[in-house]
Nanobody, 117 residues
Framework: VQLVESGGGSVQAGGSLRLSCAASGYTVSNYYMGWFRQAPGKEREGVASIGAAGSPTYTGSVKGRFTISRDYSKNALYLQMNSLKPEDTAMYYC????????????WGQGTQVTVSS
């Protein structure tokens, strides 16, 4: 099982980025998928998640700005990030967990997002 993120970069505040997570070794439709982020000196936090039925959830600070989605045909997960703010600067990770568990067991290596003011 492997998760590989891409799409990070440096943008100015107000800009947009689309993160991608390519999954191999399993089928994303069978798992809950999520995006997490960790800024320097801060704990990792959940950003968004999506279940097998496609129902998304978001942390409050990104609601209305970020959209999580999955493409079953490409076995991929995405995070569209709009109206980016400097406080969104972090390493972003995608992760997967089994539907019957709360623990995310598969993690990607992360992609850096930097938002300048």
């Amino acid at each position: 099982v492997q998760l590989v993120e891409s799409g990070g970069g440096s943008v100015q505040a107000g800009g947009s980025l689309r993160l991608s997570c390519a999954a191999s070794g399993y089928t994303v439709s069978n798992y809950y998928m999520g995006w997490f982020r960790q800024a320097p000196g801060k704990e990792r936090e959940g950003v968004a998640s999506i279940g097998a039925a496609g129902s998304p959830t978001y942390t409050g600070s990104v609601k209305g700005r970020f959209t999580i989605s999955r493409d079953y045909s490409k076995n991929a997960l995405y995070l569209q990030m709009n109206s980016l703010k400097p406080e969104d600067t972090a390493m972003y990770y995608c992760a997967a967990r089994y539907p019957w568990s709360d623990e995310y067991v598969y993690w990607g290596q992360g992609t850096q997002v930097t938002v300048s003011s």
